[in-house]
């Protein structure tokens, strides 16, 4: 199996000190999510088209690879240029070597009210031949209204492209459906082609990110179905340190997950 950390986890990291991190703590991937104070990742220098190539030669000489680029692209969104933002991070992930792009079809984990749900099918229609043309898929995230897996099943039904398949993040269909890990996998299996592995509790009712193995999220059920179903991605760990300060720093959460992410798989 195969770990990566999302930047998503360490907004105050340089460049430098997110790929040492990486590397000593023994990773196999980066997964991008904005860095430093520039959300819309193509813009941040590592990554613009004259500075591109010795960010990827970088990576190599460290055995390290982007993992995802994920984007904030919202698919369901009427303002701003969303498509011109999904092309620009198709073409990132294409000259990064990255496989995957995810956007996103809700604003966040907890469903959103009134998602025009034709509008995310009709945009990912429109995008999946330039995803194709990149050699890049299209990761639509369980996230909102789409942690419903079923909803999300049918989604890809309609869309029916090889270019846009899932990403599998735990928490939104455990907690918001109150789905299964098994109704999860049984719904989306095969499609799922990254994991953002983590864990979680109800404070007084209020939902809380803990380290993993710290919460109650099933997170042995859902390795066990990865496993059994022949899962050939990545665990990520998507810690949202930019959304929540509060939460602890990616020097102490980092390494626990290495750690227990391999402890726990092995045991799966």
């Known amino acids: 199996m195969r770990y990566c950390f999302s930047t998503v986890g360490c907004?105050?990291?340089?460049?430098?000190?997110?790929?040492?991190?990486?590397?000593?703590?023994?990773?196999?991937?980066i997964e991008l999510r904005g860095l430093g104070k520039e959300l819309f990742t193509p813009d941040a220098a590592p990554f613009r088209p004259g500075q591109v190539s010795q960010t990827i030669d970088d990576l190599k000489a460290k055995g390290l690879a982007i993992a995802c680029v994920s984007s904030d692209v919202l698919l369901h969104s009427a303002e701003g240029d969303q498509l011109g933002r999904a092309a620009a991070y198709i073409a990132l992930a294409a000259a990064l070597g990255a496989p995957y792009v995810r956007v996103l079809g809700d604003d966040w984990g907890q469903p959103g009210q009134n998602v025009d749900e034709a509008r995310v099918r009709e945009r990912l229609c429109a995008l999946s031949p330039l995803a194709g043309q990149a050699g890049v898929v299209l990761l639509v995230e369980t996230n909102g209204v789409w942690a419903d897996t079923g909803k999300l099943r049918r989604l890809l039904e309609d869309v029916a492209s090889p270019h846009v398949a899932v990403l599998w993040d735990i928490n939104h269909?455990?907690?918001?459906?109150?789905?299964?890990?098994?109704?999860?996998?049984?719904?989306?299996?095969?499609?799922?082609?990254?994991?953002?592995?983590?864990?979680?509790?109800?404070?007084?009712?209020?939902?809380?990110?803990?380290?993993?193995?710290?919460?109650?999220?099933?997170?042995?059920?859902?390795?066990?179905?990865?496993?059994?179903?022949?899962?050939?991605?990545?665990?990520?760990?998507?810690?949202?340190?930019?959304?929540?300060a509060d939460l602890e720093d990616a020097g102490v959460v980092f390494p626990h997950f290495i750690y227990k992410a391999k402890k726990m798989w092995q045991q799966a």
Not at 23 to 29: A, E, K, P, S, T
Not at 184 to 194: D, E, F, P
Request: charged share 20%; hydrophobic share 40%.
């Open 173 to 244: 269909p455990a907690r918001y459906f109150g789905e299964s890990p098994r109704t999860t996998w049984g719904n989306l299996g095969a499609l799922v082609k990254h994991v953002h592995l983590k864990d979680s509790a109800l404070v007084d009712g209020t939902l809380v990110y803990k380290m993993l193995g710290h919460g109650d999220l099933p997170i042995g059920e859902v390795l066990s179905l990865l496993k059994g179903g022949g899962f050939a991605g990545v665990l990520s760990m998507e810690w949202v340190k930019r959304w929540n």
């Open 11 to 29: 907004p105050d990291w340089s460049w430098g000190e997110i790929v040492a991190a990486a590397r000593d703590l023994g990773y196999d991937g």
